[in-house]
């Protein structure tokens, strides 16, 4: 199993709230890939660089991402 460090380094992923209507996801956050998150959270994009996923947060959610 890969240490979490090592998990770390494989690039970070953007969650959002589950079950949201919009068109575009809510609460959007950008994490380590392999970060646990709560599970009212699914992953919607990524792996990825940190920059991918910000900008990809920035055209597909509601309000600004948060890291």
């Known amino acids: 199993m ?3 460090s ?3 380094e494989r690039g970070y992923v953007v969650i ?4 949201t209507t ?3 996801h809510q609460d959007c956050k950008v994490i380590p890939y ?3 998150y709560p599970a009212i959270y699914s992953q919607v994009f990524g792996p990825a660089s940190q920059h ?3 900008k990809w947060a920035a ?9």
Do not use: Q, S, Y
Request: glycine content about 10%; overall charge neutral.
């Open 52 to 54: 991918d996923c910000k």
């Open 16 to 19: 959002a709230l589950t079950g």
């Open 2 to 4: 890969a240490e979490k």
């Open 22 to 24: 919009d068109k575009k």
């Open 59 to 67: 055209a597909n959610c509601n309000g600004k991402a948060t890291i």
């Open 34 to 36: 392999g970060e646990p």
């Open 6 to 8: 090592d998990e770390r």
